[in-house]
């Protein structure tokens, strides 16, 4: 069976509170592929130092990305060659979007607003010894500060960051439209890629910036529920606070 080595659930109720690897397992049940789940927040352990990473039957596959491509050589109806050109590059351009830049405008609110970093590190650390969490606390916001100095986003302020995510979270919903899913009427492996991120930001108990954002597209709202339906029951409906 494939064993998936990702972040473990938070008290937020996601899948996952990366969205590459609710992404990576959201797409397994898309496949209805029988899957293991090892958390772990341990990443120095994987292929590539990162969550998640796939481990079929000796065979490690890291990275989101390569782990959808390496599940898609077994060939299924999500796999996005199978639609026309024009549609595919959609696709190609939304994943883009959410997992280039949209992803870092989220890093930043969750590392970068103390508020939200104190509710999310809490939930997250909640099964470590207390005398121990102010010190990781301490080395993951230095860590994470650092990766989005390198990236450009922790070079802004808030306010510019969350200008440029309104303008990418209003460009994706352009791109949606009325349509269930970003190449129409069949989700595919691109509707992973977006409910990843989105569930991060929507599915959340704490209302912040970026979800309000999200509010004003009930296409986006829409489709992140019928994503959660149809594949992510188990994430919970919250009321932010």
């Given at each position: 069976?494939?064993?998936?080595?990702?972040?473990?659930?938070?008290?937020?109720?996601?899948?996952?509170?990366?969205?590459?690897?609710?992404?990576?397992?959201v797409?397994?049940?898309?496949?209805?592929?029988?899957?293991?789940?090892?958390p772990?927040?341990?990443a120095?352990?994987?292929?590539?130092?990162?969550?998640?990473?796939?481990?079929?039957g000796?065979?490690?596959?890291?990275?989101?990305?390569?782990?959808?491509?390496?599940?898609?050589?077994?060939?299924?109806?999500?796999?996005?060659?199978?639609?026309?050109p024009?549609?595919?590059?959609?696709?190609?351009?939304?994943?883009?979007?959410?997992?280039?830049?949209?992803y870092f405008?989220?890093l930043?609110e969750?590392?970068?607003?103390?508020?939200?970093?104190t509710?999310y590190?809490?939930?997250?650390?909640?099964?470590?010894?207390?005398?121990?969490?102010?010190?990781?606390?301490?080395?993951?916001?230095?860590?994470?500060?650092?990766q989005?100095?390198?990236q450009?986003?922790?070079?802004?302020?808030?306010?510019?960051?969350r200008?440029?995510?309104?303008?990418?979270?209003?460009?994706?919903?352009?791109?949606?439209?009325?349509?269930?899913?970003?190449?129409?009427?069949?989700?595919?492996?691109?509707?992973?890629?977006?409910?990843g991120?989105?569930?991060?930001?929507?599915?959340?108990?704490?209302?912040?910036?970026?979800?309000?954002?999200?509010?004003?597209?009930?296409?986006?709202?829409?489709?992140?529920?019928?994503?959660?339906?149809?594949?992510?029951?188990?994430?919970?409906?919250v009321?932010?606070?």
């Amino acid at each position: 069976m494939i064993v998936l080595h990702a972040m473990p659930r938070v008290g937020w109720g996601l899948l996952s509170p990366s969205p590459f690897c609710l992404k990576a397992e959201v797409y397994l049940r898309m496949r209805g592929e029988p899957y293991q789940l090892e958390p772990t927040l341990a990443a120095a352990g994987a292929p590539r130092g990162k969550l998640p990473w796939l481990d079929d039957g000796g065979e490690l596959v890291p990275d989101s990305s390569a782990i959808v491509a390496y599940l898609e050589r077994r060939g299924d109806a999500l796999d996005e060659r199978a639609v026309v050109p024009a549609v595919r590059t959609r696709a190609h351009l939304v994943r883009r979007v959410v997992e280039e830049s949209l992803y870092f405008a989220l890093l930043c609110e969750r590392w970068r607003d103390d508020r939200l970093r104190t509710r999310y590190t809490d939930d997250l650390l909640a099964g470590l010894p207390e005398d121990v969490r102010p010190g990781i606390v301490t080395m993951a916001t230095a860590a994470l500060h650092d990766q989005l100095w390198q990236q450009g986003y922790g070079r802004h302020d808030l306010a510019t960051v969350r200008a440029m995510a309104a303008e990418d979270v209003a460009a994706v919903a352009d791109v949606l439209g009325d349509a269930p899913f970003v190449t129409g009427d069949r989700p595919r492996a691109v509707d992973a890629s977006l409910f990843g991120w989105l569930a991060n930001v929507w599915f959340v108990p704490v209302n912040h910036p970026l979800r309000e954002q999200v509010a004003g597209h009930p296409n986006l709202i829409a489709f992140g529920e019928r994503m959660r339906e149809r594949f992510a029951a188990d994430v919970p409906v919250v009321t932010p606070a």
